[in-house]
Every structure is written in C-alpha cells, then in structure tokens.
T-cell receptor
C-alpha cells in the first residue's frame, strides 16, 4: 500500500541552526514527491516538488530536498532556520497514475517545527 | 495572485445538524479536491472532481456526505447529519493539469 512516514512528530531548533525533516515513502514505482507547509489555521503551501531529473530540488523560502531512491526518502533541509519557519510540514506522494485521471496526494502525518530564539 | 477561496472559515454546529462548505477554485483550474484534515493528521482526500464530474469519491462517507460541482467551477461539500467525529479542517484545493495543487485556507468545523 502507498504510504508516507514522517518519523518526527515535533522538532525544536534554535534560530539560525540547520534543519532536516525526514520523510520516507512506500510506493510501487517512481513517485512524485512534495513538501507542503501549513501555518496554524491556514491551508497548505507548496514548498517544493520532485517529479524526475536532478535529485536535489530547490524550493521557496530557502528550502531544499533530496530524493534518495535507495532509501525511499525525501528529506527536507534548510541551512539556517528563521523564526517565521515555525509551522507544520507535510510530505506527500502522488499516485501511480498521476498525470492520468487521478491526482490525489497521500500525506504524511506532519512534523511540527518550533523555533527557539 | 489568484487564490482558492473557501467559506465559511469557521463553523460550529450541533450534531445531527446539516452543514455546508463552499469552495471557489482558481480560475481555469479544471480539477478540484476536497480533503479532510483531522487535528494532528495529514489531509485525506474525500472527493476529486474533473470539471463537473466526480473522478474519485472512494473515501467519501456517502451516507452523510455529498459534494457537487454543478457548472464545473465552484463546489459545495455538505454533511447531513453532522456527527462529533466530523470535527476537522476541510480543505479545498485546485490544480490546472494534475500538477501542483493549490490549497485554500480551509473551513474549521466543530461539532458539539
């Protein structure tokens, strides 16, 4: 079955420190992978996506993610965290027939990021 | 910048009452999605429309939930009757070509 695992429910980092949020997926073929961010009470905003090609993907707000097929991972990174990055982060995977008639995403349970001053 | 609009933002209702949520996708987006997000969880798809047609409603509790997109533009999600377990954030998203999904701000439903 298709699934996404985010092992860390809550992470706290100091402002200016580096960040890595983990994401592992279970999928039958090359997946389409996404990272979304959600501020409290808000909808989701796309940070970055991976469809194919270069396995290191650059996104908005200084985030990047690396696709590692051998580890079934798509970890999100940021070299220096800002207080405004405090939010919840969701990893998601697109289905096998993405590009066909279905396009729904399967989300992980999210990782809540807190930033210490 | 074009956005997905949703209303109301917050809804409090008593169990057994009917509730309805409205979504207006980004203009030109043929695909519209309704997701439910329970507190502490990731969003889960309820229903997907392509224009006015339902593409996937396999996770929609059809005994109490209904969704329509009559003219292939805006959409309404209805719950009747609401149950305590329906308390959640209901998110609408739209996409142009099954690529990036753009999410609205959501409707926070509380069932008492």
């Amino acid at each position: 079955a298709q699934s996404v695992t985010q092992p860390d429910i809550h992470i706290t980092v100091s402002e200016g420190a580096s960040l890595e949020l983990r994401c592992n997926y279970s999928y039958g073929a090359t997946p389409y992978l996404f990272w979304y961010v959600q501020s409290p009470g808000q909808g989701l905003q796309l940070l970055l996506k991976y469809f194919s090609g270069d396995t290191l993907v650059q996104g908005i707000k200084g985030f990047e993610a690396e696709f590692k097929r051998s580890q079934s991972s798509f970890n999100l990174r940021k070299p220096s965290v800002h207080w405004s990055d405090a939010a919840e982060y969701f990893c998601a995977v697109g289905p096998l027939n993405y590009g066909g008639s279905q396009g729904n995403l399967i989300f992980g349970k999210g990782t809540k990021l807190s930033v210490k001053p | 910048e074009a956005e997905v609009a949703q209303s109301p933002r917050y809804k409090i209702t008593e169990k057994s009452q009917a509730v309805a949520f409205w979504c207006d996708p980004i203009s030109g987006h043929a695909t519209l999605y309704w997701y439910r997000q329970i507190l502490g969880q990731g969003p889960e798809l309820l229903v997907q429309f392509q224009d006015e047609s339902v593409v996937d409603d396999s996770q929609l509790p059809k005994d109490r939930f209904s969704a329509e997109r009559l003219k292939g533009v805006d959409s309404t999600l209805k719950i009747q009757p609401a149950e305590l377990g329906d308390s959640a954030m209901y998110l609408c998203a739209s996409s142009f070509d099954l690529d990036e999904q753009f999410f609205g701000p959501g409707t926070r439903l509380t069932v008492l």
